[in-house]
């Protein structure tokens, strides 16, 4: 029998606690999705199977243009990530699997989204353990406009349409099977939620410079005295990556700013003895955001936007917002005329220093035992949240990276100064610096066994308990850590070697609770990957 309009079981998923009355539930890792699904039935229904099942899917195209041929085409990949089963036990179906007309019937279930997905998520092809333990963190929901929201009010998260991560519970009702095997649907629902996992902050990033890096740690610009005139000195600006801006977890309604601060040494060399330091004007900070995406799986995490360009199977989207413009005249300069007590650095650079210094490297035009002069700017940094009662409608995402899709940030600082002799424009000086946007767990989230678990395993016998695992390094202890040398694992991939996971970790772990939910892990989906193609009229 084939039911069809008013003769379809009604299906409805409702969610427990406050998350009910939210415009779009949220949760974040190891909290619990607690709920139930309603079915009502108008007429007397046959009832198969149901299916209760929280998945994660991601979604990404690119464009193909051919400029020698009218046809242009794009690629697309479709990757199902996660996937949670609730099992039904018989005993909860109705008699004889009928549902009576005008009743209704509940099926409870309860999903914990994990810390940690399947080794094999990404298909176990990753090369690099640092880019396995990545692909392995659940991503956040991203380009969703109908989960990008706070409150009741739109919100722009910055993913361009080309990306798409979206958390779904799904239902379906089956009325039989077909003669082919094929399940009979009589009834479905979705219901969304938006997803932020819990993302501890790395140890700073190995930023590999170059003339048209992504980053620029340090940058120097010669200042003349005025237009036709001759030169002033060499000015030197650089700066590290700051602390992570963390942001909270979905139960914390205090709303508090989200911030953290940046540190700019300066350094002026003057060309003669007699020189005096330009003097400073403004500093302007704005926060680039950018979503790599790509139709195939990602084997690396990437590193410089070129080389997402111009391609068939991968492509870059940045947006831009400025955060802060700020006057600097205020800030002293110090004269130094004692010479240099440490070694120059090497041109590679890390992001990494140690910000008790006010040791700033020399210029390329310092003459040797000459004097110089040393300033430090210290920059707030915030987020221009819904939370701090602005007008903003930007949705921050922890930064992340999957296996089709990447998100990272980055500062730029715009420092100008004024010179002696009047001129037209004000020498500018530009920095780019990576910063990392972490997310807090929920305290009151953690795995949890039950009762008769917790005495299985205090009746299991001792077995020989390996040394405690060591701790992630913090950023407090990774500043003052020697960088790696080029050879060692993760160098030049953004990563620290000791960013991943500790050795001793299983990789089959799924971070889940144990005993908690009683539901079924069920293996993703394969990523899957389409090509289509158009003739231009």
Same mark, same amino acid.
């Given at each position: ?20 009355? #939210?415009?779009v ?38 464009e193909?243009?051919? =400029?020698?041929?009218? =046809? ?8 199902t ?9 018989e ?34 092809? !990753? ?5 396995? !333990?990545?692909?392995?963190? *659940? ?13 009741? %009010? ?8 080309? #990306? ?13 099977? +077909? ?13 969304? /939620?938006?997803? /932020? ?11 590999? &410079? ?19 005139? $001759? ?17 909270? *977890? ?12 940046a ?51 991968q492509g ?7 955060? %802060? ?20 650095r ?6 990494? %220093? ?30 221009? +949240? ?42 500018? /000086?530009?920095?780019k610096i ?16 039950? &009762? ?15 040394g405690?695992?060591?701790?992630? *390094? ?33 990789? &089959?772990s799924? $971070?889940?609770? !144990? ?21 231009? %009229?």
């Open positions: 029998m084939v039911y069809r309009g008013k003769d379809k079981p009604l299906v409805q998923i409702n969610l427990a606690d406050d998350q009910e009355q #939210a415009f539930p949220t949760y974040t890792s190891l909290e619990q999705i607690r709920g139930t699904v309603s079915l009502t039935a108008p007429v007397d229904t046959k009832i198969g199977q149901i299916h209760i099942g929280f998945e994660g899917i991601c979604k990404t195209y690119v193909k243009v051919a =400029t020698s041929s009218p =046809t242009h085409g794009r690629t697309e990949a479709f990757h990530f996660l996937r949670l089963g609730q099992p039904i036990q005993a909860e179906y109705p008699p004889d699997h009928i549902a009576k007309a005008g009743e209704t019937y509940t099926f409870p279930f309860i999903f914990v989204v994990p810390e940690q997905l399947l080794p094999q998520v990404c298909g176990g092809h !990753e090369t690099d353990n640092v880019v396995h !333990e990545a692909h392995k963190m *659940p991503p956040p929901t991203l380009g969703d406009p109908m989960t990008s929201v706070w409150g009741k %009010s739109m919100m722009d998260d910055m993913a361009p349409d080309m #990306a798409k991560i979206s958390y779904s519970i799904r239902t379906r009702v089956s009325g039989g099977r +077909e003669s082919n095997g094929k399940h009979i649907i009589i009834g479905d629902a979705v219901r969304k /939620i938006r997803f /932020i996992p819990a993302i501890a902050e790395h140890p700073p990033l190995m930023a590999l &410079e170059g003339k048209d890096g992504d980053y620029r740690l340090r940058q120097e610009k010669k200042i003349k005295k005025g237009t036709l005139k $001759g030169k002033l000195g060499t000015l030197a600006m650089e700066s590290v990556q700051p602390q992570s801006l963390r942001l909270h *977890p979905p139960s914390n309604k205090r709303g508090c700013a989200i911030s953290t601060t540190t700019i040494n300066l350094r002026f060399d003057p060309a003669t003895a007699d020189a005096e330091p330009p003097r400073l004007g403004s500093l302007v900070t704005k926060l680039k955001v950018g979503t790599f995406f790509s139709s195939k799986a990602l084997m690396q995490i990437p590193r410089r936007s070129s080389e997402f360009l111009y391609s068939n199977t870059l989207y940045v947006d831009s917002l400025q955060l %802060s413009s700020r006057c600097v005249k205020a800030v002293q300069w110090i004269k130094q005329t004692a010479p240099d007590s440490l070694p120059r090497e041109s590679g650079g890390s992001t990494i %220093s140690n910000p008790s210094l006010t040791f700033v490297d020399p210029s390329s035009t310092y003459q040797d035992k000459g004097p110089y002069y040393i300033a430090r700017i210290f920059v707030p940094i915030t987020l221009p +949240e819904k939370a701090d009662g602005n007008n903003s409608n930007k949705l921050f995402v922890p930064t992340f990276h999957s296996c089709l899709v990447s998100r990272v940030y980055v500062l730029h600082f715009y420092l100008s100064c004024h010179t002696p002799g009047a001129s037209i424009m004000d020498p500018t /000086i530009h920095i990576p910063i990392q946007v972490s997310a807090e767990p929920n305290p009151d989230a953690g795995p949890t066994i039950s &009762e008769d678990e917790a005495q299985a395993i205090a009746r299991r016998e001792p077995a020989e308990a390996p405690p695992l060591p701790p992630r *390094p913090t950023y407090a202890e990774a500043i003052g850590s020697v960088p790696p040398s080029p050879s060692s694992p993760g160098f030049g991939q953004g990563w620290w070697e000791g960013a991943g996971e500790p050795a001793g970790r299983s990789t &089959e799924l $971070g889940l609770p !144990e005993g908690l939910p009683d539901y079924a892990v069920h293996t993703a989906g394969r990523l899957t990957v389409s090509s289509t193609a158009t003739r231009s %009229s």
